[in-house]
């Protein structure tokens, strides 16, 4: 057996993996929730069989911060197993979101590799700044294994020019390191190749769209298993319509809002990332709670749904044209593969571009992959469950492995 621990850092939570890269077979996977809260935190921890169902203990507890929140996960482990003297880490993976322009490969997490994620901070706040949260927690309890740092980013590293390029003068763009970076890497790499294998094709020959639609969103158009173009830009404000972040907006809205009513920088930061998205425009920013406002005849709510539905149209379409054709679009993350009616919101009426779904197919429930187009469909529309830990696991064990 050989466990690698993955860490998935966010704000206010972290999730957990203990994966058993020989057979890629998670052994243990928990949650911890509303760290830093003084009410409502909760922890909670699976342990999984080599068949049926996980064994899973809740536990409800305020949380003070990223290193009692170890804490927890490690007692979790002591107390219902799998014990972690007899199965210990040879490594901890940790998902970073930004790597920006300095690191294109899992790496090993030095002090000078924390330092260069910190300073990574100001063009992904919401998240690096997490993340190293839960480096530093997990460095202590884990002292004696290597970390790797699995970025978002790099997976991107092969958009052209053309993609990650913006508009503005060169110059300035140059000295302040302005670009596209794009965000989600990890989970459209595993998510790309695991619907090649779904389709029994080499993943070389598909020109794929990715739609990762969780909390955070991002569009991915996928050609040869390598990324081409994607929805997020410098930060992972940019691009779809989110739970509270903006995606793409007129950049003079700023300065209007800056000019005429006086709004600060951080001010329109935390409008943009944190109270914007179908948060912001109906007040629900998880979609089950938003059907639920729609279906309870919630007008707001209906525009909000209809905004972010639209939006990631709009992004099929300019990727369809990017990549030429189309062999598959691809759905994943919590709303994509979990919502029958985001999927049908945003695919309904392609049959022009032959794009078909199958109702009866797109409503089952599963946590496979699985085809929801219907036979006459040219392209293939897919639900592939990601899984970045998994991702994040393999690459470390290859970082510690030489
Ligand atoms: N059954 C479901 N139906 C609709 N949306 C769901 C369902 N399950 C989860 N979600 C949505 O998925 C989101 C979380 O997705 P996830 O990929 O876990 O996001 P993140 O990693 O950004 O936290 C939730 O905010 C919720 O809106
Ligand atoms: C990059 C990003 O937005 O990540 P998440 O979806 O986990 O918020
Ligand atoms: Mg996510």
Not at 144 to 173: G, S
Not at 219 to 234: H, L
Request: include cysteine; hydrophobic fraction near 45%.
């Amino acid at each position: 057996m050989t466990p690698i621990l993955v860490v998935n850092s966010g704000s206010s939570s972290f999730k957990y993996q203990l994966i058993d890269v020989e057979d890629s077979r998670t052994l243990a996977s928990g949650l911890v929730e509303r760290i830093g809260a003084a009410e409502g935190g909760r922890a909670k921890h699976s342990v999984h069989a080599a068949s049926g169902d996980p064994d899973t203990t809740v536990l409800e507890r305020a949380i003070a911060d990223h290193t009692a929140g170890f804490q927890v996960m490690l007692d979790a482990f002591a107390a219902h197993g799998p014990s972690l003297d007899e199965h210990p880490p040879v490594a901890v993976g940790h998902r970073v979101v930004q790597g920006g322009a300095r690191f294109f490969e899992p790496t090993v997490i030095t002090d000078l590799v924390r330092i260069n994620i910190d300073e990574l901070s100001a063009l992904a706040p919401l998240h690096n700044p997490a993340n190293l949260a839960g480096i530093v927690a997990a460095q202590q309890a884990f002292a004696d294994v290597p970390h790797v740092a699995i970025f978002d980013t790099a997976f991107h590293q092969t958009l052209p020019p053309a993609a990650y390029t913006y508009a503005i003068d060169a110059e300035v763009a140059e000295k302040h390191r302005v670009r596209r970076y794009g965000f989600h890497g990890t989970s459209h790499r595993f998510v790309s190749r695991a619907a090649a294998e779904f389709l029994g094709r080499p993943v070389a020959d598909l020109k794929q769209i990715v739609l990762h639609l969780g909390n955070g969103a991002s569009a991915c158009a996928v050609d040869g298993g390598r990324s081409v173009e994607t929805s997020m830009g410098m930060t992972p404000l940019e691009g779809l319509v989110m739970g509270t972040r903006s995606g793409d907006i007129d950049p003079a809205v700023l300065l209007h809002l800056s000019r005429r009513a006086g709004y600060s920088i951080d001010e329109l930061d935390a409008l943009l990332n944190s109270r914007s998205g179908i948060l912001g425009l109906s007040g629900h920013g998880d979609m089950r709670d938003l059907h639920a406002a729609i279906d309870a005849g919630d007008e707001r709510s209906q525009v909000a749904f209809d905004v972010w539905a639209h939006r990631i149209r709009g992004y099929v379409g300019a990727y369809a044209a990017q990549l030429g054709r189309v062999d598959a679009i691809v759905f994943t993350a919590g709303v994509g593969e979990n919502d029958d009616r985001a999927r049908a919101a945003v695919l309904g009426g392609l049959e022009g571009f032959g794009v078909v779904l199958d109702a009866e197919r797109n409503a089952v429930r599963s946590r496979d992959a699985r085809r929801i187009s219907a036979d006459d469909s040219r392209v293939e529309v897919l639900v592939v469950p990601t899984n970045e830990e998994l991702e994040i696991a393999r690459q470390a064990y290859e970082v510690v492995s030489g």
